[in-house]
Every structure is written in structure tokens, then in C-alpha cells.
């Protein structure tokens, strides 16, 4: 009888902690699931701004990617019973256990092409990289400032590899153009959608001299051949859906509405205007093609679009270095040149410290010094995520990777 109620008692004790070691691993799941989550996050933004302070050291960047994360887990749990029954004296019960618990995380990295990186680094943002940021709750003037060199005829600051940053005259209007479309857009009086356009991407061609292979071959490229004016001529046209600038009727009696049409050289009969690059601005192309002057020299023209040259990735990031305050051994030592007081002062201000900072948003350690965002810089915070997404949009993981190294995760 006695040997009946001890293997009862193990019995339940087994029931009640096996479920339990379940639970318990799936809870240790969970948690390791959003460590690994932060420390792959924390890894890639401090590659970021450790990419930005070589630059401020005129070094090249060099940019790793993850392709791939993997982890083991394993559990294992014991569980023992005794008793003593002595004759004459109460029975005596004992149970013991124990769990075990154990993982190994690692994560893979790759060696990007250096071709397809640099082609995605060096080549211009696409009018459409810059304005889906717009449109995903970015501020429009932070991003045109950020990613635009030119706007119609407005220049914004300027990079130059060895010579800095440098204000072109006028820059102070494209701030202000910046400025105006952020305030009216706000009071409702223009806005900022997607839409249709179209743009001519060569001469016409005579019915009689159309090859019909034209037509499927440019429907990839999102070209059509159209007739319009004359049905005996076909137009190669281009469709695509850049955002428009729109002004509300209410905006005709708004003074800086009207200001900034004339800081843009808009045409006054429109209220709609695309914004696209140079090569998709169908006005540009055949001003090109025909050896006419650009629009952008050509005061007597008004424009019918908003046309933006854009910086590339790399000059994004250069300009950004140029924030990066630098230590003064190093400065004194000709590892780094000092600059004059730059423009736009409240755009990023990455710090420097002898030790490592407490009150770090990001850091990151380089050449025996930390360099970081401090937590209460809510603007540098803005700017800085800012540079993350567009390198996210535009550069992204390059396909086809090489695996070069698996560590595993503390």
C-alpha cells in the first residue's frame, strides 16, 4: 500500500513538470527571439555611424550585411523520488529534480559585390527613392534637404570630396521654398499625391516605318507607342506615377503660395506639378537630345514640373561626416581637417567622448575614441534614422552575397 501512494506522488509530481519545462522553453524562445531581434538592429546602426566617422577620416566605408540568423535549443529536466517507511515511525517522502537548459545562436555575415554595392552607392537617388519617403510620415522638407542637390533652379549646400561642404548663392531660398511647401501643405493650401505622367522618350516615327516588334519589347521599360495629334505618327511615351506638388484654388490669394511659385519658376496657368529626376522629365530629354539649353539656365522658362538632380548614397553620407565633431589630438595631429563653421548646424551633431558616454543614444568606438548621439538630441535622432531608411531603400542587401563569417551571439 505504501508503495502505491509513492509512485502515485511521482507520478503527479512528472505531470506538473513537464508541462512546466515546456513552458518554460517556450517563454526562453520569446525572449531570446526579441534579443537577437535588438542586437542585429543595434549591429546594423552602429555600422552606420562607424561608416560615417571613417569618412570624417577621409577612410573608406566598408559595409557588411546578415544573411542569415540560425539557433539550437535544448532542454532536458529529471526528476527522482525516495522514501523511507521505518517500522513504529511515520513515512518519510522525498522528491528532487532538476532542468537544464542550453542555446547557440549564430549569425551569418556576407561580403556584398563591391560592384552592385558601389553602383547602388554612387549612382543618384530616383525622384520616387526621396518622395515615398514623403509619403510614409517623414517630413517632406527633411528629406529634400536631405536627399536634393538641385530643384529646379534653387541649389541646395554642396560636397565636394577634399574640400568639404560649401553654400552655393541662393541656397537660402531653396530653404525657404522648403520651408513654404511645409507650412502650406499644412494649412491645407497645396499638398503632396502620387499621379499620372507621361514623358517622351524619342522622336516621332511614321506609321509606315513602325517595327510591330517595338511595341512588346518597350511595354518592360514602361514605354507605349501612341498616336495622338496625328494618326499617322506614333509617339514613344513613358508612364509613370511621380508625386505631385497641387495647389488648392485658395492658394491664388495666399502670399506664399504665390512667392513659392516664384522661387520655383512655376507656370502660373497650372496647379499640378510632378515632381520628378532630370532623366525622367520628358522637357529635359528632348531639350538634351536637340543640344537646347536646360531649363535650369534658362530664365525665360517657366517650369511645367518640379526637377530634382539628387545626391547619391555616398554623398549623403560624406555630407553627414562633415557632422561628426572630431578630437582635438586628432585635428592637431592632421588625422582629421578641421572645418569652418558649417551650414545648417541643426540638421546632425555626432559627438565625441575620451570615455564611454552614459547618456548615448547610438555609439560607437573608433581610432580609441566614442562617437555618439547623445539621447536628448531628438533632431540628430530624426536625421540620423532618416539616413537609415534611405540607405535601407536604396542600397539594401545586395543579392548574392558570400557568406564571410559566422560568430556566434552573446
Given at each position: 500500500m505504501k508503495?502505491?501512494?509513492?509512485?502515485?506522488v511521482a507520478l503527479v509530481s512528472t505531470i506538473v513538470v513537464l508541462p512546466g519545462c515546456a513552458r518554460f522553453q517556450t517563454r526562453q524562445i520569446e525572449h531570446r527571439h526579441w534579443e537577437l531581434n535588438e542586437s542585429i538592429r543595434e549591429t546594423h546602426t552602429e555600422q552606420l555611424l562607424l561608416n560615417i566617422v571613417r569618412l570624417r577620416y577621409d577612410e573608406t566605408p566598408f559595409f557588411l550585411q546578415v544573411s542569415s540568423?540560425?539557433?539550437?535549443?535544448?532542454?532536458?529536466?529529471?526528476?527522482?523520488?525516495s522514501g523511507q517507511f521505518p517500522d513504529g515511525g511515520p513515512n518519510v517522502l522525498g522528491l528532487n529534480g532538476s532542468l537544464t537548459y542550453s542555446e547557440t545562436p549564430t549569425v551569418t555575415w556576407s561580403l556584398p559585390d563591391s560592384r552592385e554595392q558601389l553602383g547602388r552607392l554612387m549612382s543618384p537617388m530616383g525622384a520616387d527613392q526621396l518622395t515615398v519617403l514623403a509619403q510614409s510620415g517623414w517630413d517632406a522638407e527633411r528629406v529634400l534637404r536631405v536627399g536634393v542637390k538641385k530643384l529646379n533652379r534653387l541649389r541646395n549646400l554642396d560636397y565636394l570630396v577634399g574640400e568639404g561642404i560649401f553654400e552655393p548663392a541662393g541656397y537660402d531660398q531653396f530653404r525657404e521654398a522648403l520651408q513654404l511647401v511645409k507650412q502650406l501643405n499644412r494649412d491645407g493650401l497645396v499638398d503632396l499625391a502620387y499621379g499620372g505622367k507621361s514623358s517622351m522618350v524619342g522622336g516621332k516615327i511614321p506609321m509606315d516605318k513602325m517595327d510591330p516588334r517595338a511595341i512588346p519589347e518597350g511595354l518592360p521599360q514602361g514605354i507605349q507607342f501612341m498616336t495622338r495629334a496625328d494618326p499617322n505618327m506614333f509617339e514613344p511615351i513613358k508612364l509613370f506615377k511621380p508625386m505631385f506638388l497641387r495647389f488648392s484654388k485658395e492658394s491664388d490669394g495666399d502670399p506664399r503660395a504665390q512667392r513659392?511659385?516664384?522661387?520655383?519658376?512655376?507656370?502660373?496657368?497650372?496647379y499640378s506639378f510632378g515632381i520628378v529626376d532630370t532623366a525622367s522629365s520628358g522637357t529635359e530629354l528632348l531639350r538634351s537630345e536637340s543640344g537646347k539649353i536646360t531649363q535650369a539656365f534658362?530664365?525665360?522658362?517657366?517650369?511645367?514640373e518640379i526637377v530634382v538632380n539628387n545626391r547619391?548614397?555616398?554623398e549623403v553620407l560624406y555630407f553627414a561626416s562633415r557632422y561628426v565633431e572630431v578630437p582635438e589630438a586628432d585635428l592637431t595631429q592632421g588625422r582629421a581637417i578641421a572645418d569652418a563653421k558649417l551650414p545648417d548646424g541643426d540638421w546632425l551633431d555626432i559627438?565625441?567622448?575620451?570615455?564611454?558616454?552614459?547618456?548615448?543614444?547610438?555609439k560607437v568606438k573608433y581610432r580609441g575614441s566614442w562617437f555618439y548621439i547623445a539621447a536628448d538630441d531628438v533632431i540628430s535622432r530624426a536625421t540620423f534614422t532618416l539616413l537609415d531608411a534611405i540607405f535601407a531603400s536604396v542600397v539594401g542587401n545586395v543579392p548574392g552575397a558570400k557568406p564571410l563569417l559566422t560568430l556566434p551571439v552573446k
Open positions: 508503495r502505491f501512494i509513492l509512485t502515485g540568423i540560425s539557433t539550437t535549443f535544448s532542454s532536458s529536466g529529471t526528476l527522482g523520488a513659392l511659385r516664384e522661387l520655383l519658376n512655376l507656370d502660373g496657368t497650372k534658362d530664365p525665360a522658362t517657366d517650369y511645367a547619391s548614397v555616398m559627438r565625441t567622448a575620451a570615455s564611454e558616454p552614459s547618456d548615448a543614444w547610438l
